[in-house]
């Protein structure tokens, strides 16, 4: 297994960007949709449902899986040999932030589903403030692995 993961490492690593880019795309507009949602549109008639929609397909056709596709290619690299020194703090940190982004990603979810019912008690000005979470993490991230303290 470890010879295939090493011969794969490239394709995995590769992958995963992609699929980490995805994921971050997603999480980026759905709360940026939900502001408009909030703000504009209300939850009743036409254009709800047509936010609705776009909220549902955006987490369930990009969001959740990208995020899949993260997770998995993640774990793929770290047990790649070689890859990861544990004895560092860069590899925990990014760990726990991925942890982190995932519970956002959670509540991103339960949020579109309360759009789904006709739901939500979350401002316009607080999803702007959640909207800041997915960045402050991906900088912990990108700087934890490229600089590997």
Do not use: C
């Amino acid at each position: 297994m470890n010879n295939i993961l090493i011969a794969a490492y490239p394709w995995i690593k590769g992958l995963h960007i992609i699929s980490v880019i995805s994921w971050m795309a997603a999480l980026f507009y759905l709360p940026r949709l939900m502001v408009h949602h909030t703000e504009q549109v209300g939850l009743s008639g036409e254009t709800h449902k047509i936010f609705a929609m776009m909220e549902f397909k955006l987490a369930k056709v990009i969001m959740n899986p990208a995020m899949m596709a993260t997770w998995i290619f993640g774990l793929l690299l770290v047990m790649t040999p070689g890859i990861v020194n544990w004895d560092l703090v860069w590899p925990w940190l990014k760990g726990a932030s991925v942890i982190a982004m995932t519970v956002f990603h959670i509540w991103l979810m339960r949020r579109m589903m309360g759009f789904q019912r006709g739901e939500n008690t979350v401002t316009g000005k607080q999803y702007r403030l959640m909207n800041e979470v997915p960045t402050l993490l991906m900088i912990l991230i990108v700087f934890s692995v490229m600089v590997k303290f």
